[in-house]
């Protein structure tokens, strides 16, 4: 019912800056919140950021005051705008967006996209 295709990681130096977008094609339904989440080595999957169809916002207490969320629902597409990034924030990040279809919900993941913080 839902692709999603991520892009924007990279390497990056830390204090340095990337943008994270994730797409969602649908054919029918809609997509409510969009979010995303990381997965460091050796960790869990983290929550960072998400947001729902109408702009309201959450982000991790770990990544706040440097990392903005936002979409465009014109395009079914989220953003993850990373600044001042730190070697704490190497992971693969991924792409979640809950789809629904009339009272039906469910969750679809990004192929994730890897975003390394190093000097």
């Known amino acids: 019912q839902v692709q999603l295709v991520e892009s924007g990681g990279g390497l990056v130096q830390p204090g340095g800056s990337l943008r994270l977008s994730c797409a969602a094609s649908v054919r029918i339904g809609s997509i409510n919140a969009m979010g995303w989440y990381r997965r460091a080595p050796g960790k869990e999957r983290e929550f960072v950021a998400i947001?729902?169809?109408?702009?309201?916002?959450n982000v991790a207490d770990s990544v706040k005051g440097r990392f903005t969320i936002s979409r465009d629902n014109a395009k079914n597409t989220v953003y993850l705008q990373m600044n001042s990034l730190k070697p704490e924030d190497t992971a693969v990040y991924y792409c979640?967006?809950?789809?629904?279809?009339?009272?039906?919900?469910?969750?679809?993941w990004g192929q994730g996209t890897q975003v390394t913080v190093s000097s």
């Open positions: 947001i729902n169809s109408g702009g309201t916002t």
């Open positions: 979640n967006v809950v789809y629904q279809f009339y009272s039906r919900f469910n969750d679809y």
